[in-house]
């Protein structure tokens, strides 16, 4: 059980570059978010999408687009990286509904994709 | 949105010593989790827990949701206990799709 899986975890783009980060997930989750991650700071979110095919604007979603063409993947696209990317990228994902016996609505994060943008 | 407040921001403790950390929101909350980001970068699910108390080995977690705070205890610490701590919750009511706001995290150093 692979769990949640990002490629790739490494990434060097120069300004103005495009590039696809892609999220996916073996555990049938409704529910997948993307994360960003600066230094000092705690994640701040990205996008979203609650199933197939809908996505939605998180807390900082400027400069990024995603897609959900199938439930078990979740991309997220630079069309024109710019320095002020420059982070690190967590995508996670949980069942939809919340029920603490079952922990249902528990988020499962990936390992983390290190972008940097010159 | 929700406010999610962490303390102490940084903590230094030598093996052996036991802590408490804290994590305040402002709303009521549908999700509460706790994560451990070690220091390769990695999120470890700690604990979900929107109310009450829970135990995994040397460390547990409670929240009184009614006064909005949870607080995470680790006993005997580890030189592996080291990382950042985050505190993460989404608001209670209407549909908030469990988008998570996290705290600004602590980080715990544990010296041998």
């Known amino acids: 059980n692979a769990g949640v899986t990002q490629t790739p975890k490494f990434r060097v783009l120069k300004t103005g570059q495009s590039m696809t980060l892609l999220c996916a997930q073996d555990m049938n989750h409704e529910y997948m978010y993307w994360y960003r991650q600066d230094p000092g700071m705690g994640l701040r979110l990205i996008h979203y999408?609650?199933?197939?095919?809908?996505?939605a604007k998180g807390e900082v979603p400027d400069g990024y687009n995603v897609s959900r063409l199938k439930k078990q993947n979740f991309l997220l696209g630079l069309e024109s990286a710019a320095p002020s990317q420059t982070s690190v990228y967590f995508c996670?994902?949980?069942?939809?509904?919340?029920?603490?016996?079952?922990?249902?609505?528990?988020?499962?994060f990936g390992e983390g994709s290190r972008l940097t943008v010159l | 949105g929700i406010q999610v407040e962490q303390s102490p921001p940084d903590l230094i403790l030598q093996e052996g010593a036991n802590s408490t950390l804290r994590c305040n929101f402002s709303?009521?909350?549908?999700?509460l989790q706790w994560f451990h980001q070690n220091p390769w970068g990695q999120l470890i699910n700690l604990f979900y827990?929107?109310?009450g108390t829970k135990q995994n080995g040397r460390l547990s977690a409670t929240t009184v949701a009614t006064e909005r705070y949870s607080l995470l205890y680790i006993s005997s610490s580890q030189t592996t206990d080291s990382g950042v701590y985050f505190c993460a919750a989404d608001r209670a009511g209407g549909t908030s799709y469990g988008k998570l706001t996290f705290g600004q995290g602590t980080i715990l150093t544990v010296h041998p």
């Open positions: 999408s609650v199933g197939e095919g809908t996505t």
């Open positions: 709303d009521s909350v549908n999700n």
């Open positions: 996670a994902s949980r069942k939809s509904g919340t029920s603490y016996i079952s922990n249902t609505g528990e988020l499962f």
């Open positions: 827990i929107p109310s």
